[in-house]
């Protein structure tokens, strides 16, 4: 006998309704109908048990329609981000929790593929002062970008079954390896066209050359991806391949700058055309860095880089996009957060994550984050028992203008 399944929603149809309503098509004007979606959801909720991203979609919207500085006041505002995203991240977190063997928030976190932040702004939000309101705005919109990829986009042709823990569902987006391989495509093309332009001997002509075909990629690109988040999201996964943007391990130390030279053009003007580019870009890299890695250990014993190349790549690429003059413009544009960014590698602890902290706060474009979060980090190097390759003490020397005193902890009164 087959099985009834209920569902708090009348049909599939119903469901589609309040997505199209949540997520609009980008260049429809329609009628803004994200709070009728969110009481339809306070009903749905009346009828039975809901899954937890169809909740917190809600939550996290309704925060959003909340924030009028006009009519609510700050403290409200930051209250109603900061307690959506909360119940977000912990419900999330909560579903994978295992209460024979309870593991921490950022370990489940990673499995989820949140991005770094999503925890440790949690954690700020519930045990410090609440973020500021651009943190939290941004970090929502972060949040509903996971949840329509992570739920929402899969239930277009689900198999739905109701429980009163959630839904079921089994869809994949057919389209995903043909658009692989017809970034695959043009990535290469790219590489390839750009190599060669970079060969001339003429500099100025050879820049020009591949400033256009960083153009013409982009246009396709752009066009293929038309902004999905799941598509921007296979992009960046193509990028992360090995002989993408990241060079063959035998030769990452002598030829990391001519891979920045020939790959900036197109990445910044794909951060440039696409809102969310940079943020998916850093998000996946910062992912990569913070899992545990085979270098951390704590007896002082020398790193040995050479096992780990692909990581050592992607952390100079963070290094190179975060702290590069050529990037600020790039980075105001896409909003990069490095104040959660710094953050998150402090969540992350590891020989990656510091390193890359240490770049950042090397800075001098960043002079406010190393302020604030020097000692952090300095304090996380010396706990971990890690040492980089070359001497330290002169990256504490070289920051001296920052006013740190090695040795005693902090700036000095």
């Not at 309704?62 to 409200?76: E, M």
């Not at 389209?175 to 500099?203: H, K, M, Q, V, Y």
């Not at 190349?309 to 600020?328: C, G, N, R, S």
Request: charged share 25%; proline share 4%; glycine share 4%.
């Amino acid at each position: 006998m087959p099985r009834i399944d209920f569902t708090p929603w009348r049909d599939q149809a119903d469901l589609l309704d309040v997505r199209q309503a949540f997520y609009p098509v980008e260049g429809i004007t329609e009628p803004d109908s994200r709070r009728k979606a969110c009481l339809k959801v306070s009903m749905w909720k009346m009828r039975g048990s809901l899954p937890h991203s169809i909740e917190s979609t809600a939550s996290l919207t309704d925060a959003v329609l909340h924030d009028n500085p006009s009519l609510n006041s700050i403290p409200s505002i930051q209250s109603t981000y900061s307690m959506a995203f909360c119940r977000f991240v912990t419900g999330m977190v909560d579903t994978e929790q295992n209460t024979k063997h309870k593991r921490s928030m950022f370990k489940i976190g990673h499995e989820l593929g949140f991005p770094p932040a999503f925890v440790e702004i949690r954690h700020r939000a519930t045990h410090e002062e609440l973020p500021s309101l651009v943190v939290l705005r941004q970090i929502t919109d972060e949040a509903l970008s996971w949840l329509r990829l992570h739920f929402w986009n899969k239930i277009d042709n689900p198999q739905v079954t109701g429980s009163l823990t959630g839904i079921e569902i089994e869809a994949t987006d057919g389209n995903l390896p043909s658009l692989r391989d017809a970034l695959r495509e043009i990535l290469r093309t790219n590489w390839r066209n750009t190599s060669g332009a970079r060969r001339t001997r003429n500099s100025d002509k050879a820049a020009s050359k591949s400033v256009q075909m960083a153009i013409e990629a982009g246009h396709e690109i752009i066009r293929l991806c038309q902004a999905s988040p799941a598509k921007q999201l296979e992009l960046v996964s193509v990028l992360l391949e090995q002989k993408m943007l990241i060079p063959s391990t035998e030769t990452l130390s002598s030829n990391i700058d001519q891979v920045f030279l020939f790959w900036d053009d197109l990445l910044k003007r794909l951060a440039f055309h696409q809102r969310k580019f940079l943020i998916v870009l850093t998000n996946e890299m910062l992912l990569i860095l913070s899992r545990l890695s085979a270098l951390d250990n704590d007896n002082g014993a020398p790193m040995d880089i050479t096992k780990e190349a692909y990581k050592e790549a992607v952390a100079m690429w963070l290094e190179h996009i975060f702290t590069a003059e050529e990037w600020k413009v790039a980075r105001e544009r896409g909003k990069l957060n490095m104040e959660s960014i710094i953050r998150a590698c402090l969540a992350n602890q590891n020989f990656w994550t510091l390193r890359l902290g240490l770049a950042i706060i090397k800075c001098k474009a960043h002079a406010e984050i190393a302020n604030a979060y020097g000692t952090a980090i300095f304090t996380g190097i010396k706990e971990h028992k890690i040492s980089y390759p070359g001497n330290l003490l002169k990256t504490f020397v070289a920051l001296d203008k920052f006013g740190w005193v090695p040795g005693k902890g902090g700036k000095e009164q």
